[in-house]
């Protein structure tokens, strides 16, 4: 959380310092500033609220410089205020953090004693200060920030700029994410890589332990221990349009509309379907390897855990491998049990989220070989993996994840598919069928996306003032429940519980009357039966049914209040198909109340907090 962002060349640095926080923004939303080298020294401008505050700050007091640094924070240490805002000087040292300093109560009580004065409530001032004494005592600026960091225990990506040096800018890293670009006589840094899109493809993952000094002519490297770094820089293939909105109101709602093109852009040749198999030599993993596994964990965090439980009902039912599911905060530091001959699958859109990361660097420790699957290219869950095996869905900007969690439900139900072919407990035939089906879904989603949205949108006008929603659904339409309450939760505000249908009856049944919308997932499949009763005894206690049913299911929809359709699949694929009505039902709930769609309150894009 917090987006960090840096420019060092010979254009003006604030216009573009200000378009990539516009495009970090998902990342923290509360307050923002830039620091930038102007001739008289560096000039900070910081601003309350969103970055249009912040724009409006520069507005009346435009700063002019071409070096500077900027950040747009989502608060932990300090509540959001102008004071706490980010860049944070000492002297002549401006610094944007995104991270946690750990020990920072300890720091500031010792600077404080060494008689430096602290005016936020931040832990990133205290690096701030650390620097400063460090150039106070004679060192450069390189060997001043590199000696404070040696103070500093947590995370952290920070862009530092001095007074003392004030062509350059150093940056470094642990833990957080941090990446830089170069182009032709300007160097970047940002948190992410939209945000460096329209100036360059070139890009550079920085490590954990690392720092760079930057100029306009490009970047040294080397370890926080002063061993020179080689490097080289990568394409990225991102365009900068895929980070734009294209004319949709909303990015959320951009990236559902994304998602037949994400599905075959992840799909694409990954499917053998002459062999009625999976293509997967880029992950890395052999034949033997998927014999050898005893078992699958698979951690993820949020929406991802939710892709994961969908995961686990594939792994266990093709592959017939055991398969448990873990929310990545409950795994750490429980002592849980694992070890050689476990797989672990850690899914990420980021890459970066810290639960997901250290849980995993928990499991390799104990044995386990991990498999990342990520959205971002080189980031920190994938560089640490044993075997990755990406999604490909293009940058996704709004904080709820949409267009990711379907692409990592397509790399969950490949990697199914591979495990199962190889351990023998997929005939080909029955894996044919399969991949056939997937290979049909994006266009039987894309055939109704439009119809639906505009049903959806004129349904929720019936329910949206509804305080509580319950979702139902059975086998492997329980964890669609689980995200459709999720993203209603998170965009709209509303109360809402996504249950397993057969659970219902031992608890939440007690909340049921005629104001409670339940939806219920109720695709032609082995549970269809059983739904359908867990609906009938939702409606004798009057709650409105609005059902996700298979295409032309009369009998389901005479039993609802409203309904969408979805198309007749295999049904190991209806997860595929089900969710997007449920994501377009908290998108159209949201936009009708007016809520802030792509930046909803108190959230972040990138969680790299604990
Ligand atoms: C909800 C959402 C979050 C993320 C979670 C994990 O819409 O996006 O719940 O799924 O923060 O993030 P990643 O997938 O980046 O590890």
Not at 70 to 85: Q, Y
Not at 211 to 227: K, Q
């Amino acid at each position: 959380m917090c987006g960090i962002v840096g420019y060092v060349g010979n254009e003006e640095a604030a216009p573009i310092l200000l378009d990539g926080l516009r495009r970090l923004e998902y990342r923290g939303y509360d307050s923002a500033g830039v620091a930038i080298q102007e001739a008289s020294g560096i000039e900070v401008v910081r601003a309350v609220g969103k970055l249009r505050n912040l724009e409006k700050a520069l507005f009346d007091r435009p700063l002019q410089g071409s070096v500077g640094i900027g950040h747009t924070r989502w608060a932990t240490h300090g509540r959001p205020s102008e004071v706490n805002a980010h860049p944070h000087v000492a002297g002549p040292i401006a610094v944007v953090h995104n991270g946690i300093i750990e020990n920072h109560l300890r720091l500031r009580a010792e600077l404080e004693k060494g008689g430096f004065t602290i005016t936020s409530d931040t832990d990133t001032e205290i690096v701030s200060h650390l620097i400063h004494r460090e150039t106070r005592a004679g060192h450069d600026m390189l060997t001043s920030i590199r000696r404070a960091l040696a103070q500093v225990e947590g995370a952290y990506a920070i862009a530092v700029v001095s007074e003392a040096e004030p062509r350059r800018i150093v940056v470094a890293k642990s833990s957080s994410p941090l990446v830089l670009g170069v182009s032709r006589n300007a160097t970047y840094c940002a948190s992410d890589i939209p945000a460096l899109l329209p100036y360059t493809n070139e890009m550079v993952f920085m490590e954990d332990g690392e720092i760079a000094v930057l100029d306009p002519d490009g970047f040294s490297l080397s370890t926080l221990a002063g061993e020179p770094v080689n490097r080289r820089s990568r394409k990225i293939s991102w365009s900068p349009v895929m980070a734009e909105k294209a004319g949709y109101k909303h990015f959320m709602l951009k990236e559902i509309f994304e998602q037949p093109r994400a599905l075959e852009d992840t799909m694409r040749g990954r499917l053998d379907r002459e062999r009625a198999d999976v293509e997967t030599a880029e992950i890395g993993l052999s034949d033997e390897d998927a014999k050898a596994i005893r078992r699958v964990i698979l951690l993820a965090c949020g929406t991802s855990h939710h892709a994961t439980i969908a995961g686990r009902y594939w792994i266990e039912e093709l592959a017939k491998l055991p398969a448990i599911t873990e929310l990545a905060s409950e795994f750490r530091g429980r002592d849980a049990v694992i070890g050689e001959g476990d797989l672990v699958i850690a899914v990420s859109q980021s890459g970066e989220t810290i639960d997901t990361l250290m849980a995993a660097k928990e499991a390799k420790a104990r044995g386990a070989k991990v498999l990342a699957i990520a959205n971002v290219n080189g980031s920190a869950i994938p560089r640490m993996a044993d075997a990755s095996f990406y999604t490909h869905a293009g940058p996704e900007i709004g904080v709820a994840s949409t267009k990711c969690f379907m692409t990592q439900l397509a790399n969950l139900l490949m990697f199914s598919i591979w495990l199962s072919r190889r351990r023998g407990t997929l005939s080909e035939g029955e894996a044919r069928e399969i991949v056939e089906g997937l290979v049909r879904i994006p266009h039987q989603i894309e055939e109704r996306l439009e119809a639906m949205h505009e049903k959806i949108s004129d349904m929720v006008r019936e329910f949206s003032n509804a305080r509580d929603v319950l979702f139902l659904g059975r086998g492997l339409s329980f964890p669609m429940a689980l995200e459709g309450a999720l993203k209603l939760k998170e965009i709209s505000y509303v109360h809402a519980e996504g249950y397993a249908a057969g659970e219902m009856k031992h608890g939440p049944i007690a909340l049921l009357d005629a104001e409670v919308p339940v939806i219920v997932l109720a695709p032609q499949d082995r549970h269809h039966e059983r739904v359908c009763s867990n609906l009938q005894e939702a409606r004798a206690r009057e709650a409105k049914i609005i059902g996700v049913t298979t295409a032309g299911d009369a009998q389901t929809q005479s039993l609802c209040d409203a309904f969408v359709e979805v198309a007749p699949v295999h049904e190991v694929l209806s997860p595929f198909l089900t969710v997007v009505p449920l994501q377009l039902y908290a998108y159209c709930v949201a936009d009708h109340k007016g809520t802030d769609v792509d930046q909803p309150r108190n959230l972040a894009k990138t969680v790299t907090v604990e």
